[in-house]
């Protein structure tokens, strides 16, 4: 009898380390899967003039101002003028004095939009060269 009063012991040992060690497995996977994203934010890279590039987080709200190939504090209206407002986790060029304004036609760019736009992750005025990136999904 008590023979099997230990082998009954180790049985019921035995199946409370491996539960235990189950629950520890299951726990450690659910972590993993609900764990923050540690890739870079969503953001927005503007490139213009000769090899600039100003980087913007999604999240911001912003208007930027580029006149002649350089960041310029505000709009006047003068020489090759782009300006582009980021709010809301999108990027759109709000005015352009190009030619043809295309780039103002290629409305806003967001994680929601990039699927469905012709230029996917880019927005582009090709007459003065400044060109709005998205890199979202830590890229």
Request: hydrophobic fraction near 40%.
């Amino acid at each position: 009898m008590e023979r099997q009063a230990k082998s009954n012991r180790r049985k019921r040992n035995w199946l409370l380390t491996c539960a235990a060690i189950a629950f520890a497995a299951l726990l450690a996977v659910v972590c993993l899967l609900l764990r923050p994203k540690t890739g870079s934010p969503d953001r927005f890279v503007i490139r213009y003039g000769d090899g600039e590039s100003l980087e913007i987080p999604a999240n911001e709200t912003r208007t930027i101002v580029i006149r002649d190939g350089q960041l310029a504090e505000e709009a006047t209206g003068t020489g090759e003028e782009n300006v582009i407002r980021i709010e809301n986790g999108a990027a759109w060029m709000e005015h352009a004095d190009c030619p043809h304004g295309e780039c103002m036609k290629q409305g806003r760019l967001s994680a929601e939009t990039v699927g469905a736009r012709p230029l996917g992750t880019w927005i582009i005025c090709a007459p003065h060269r400044v060109y709005i990136e998205y890199l979202g999904d830590g890229q």
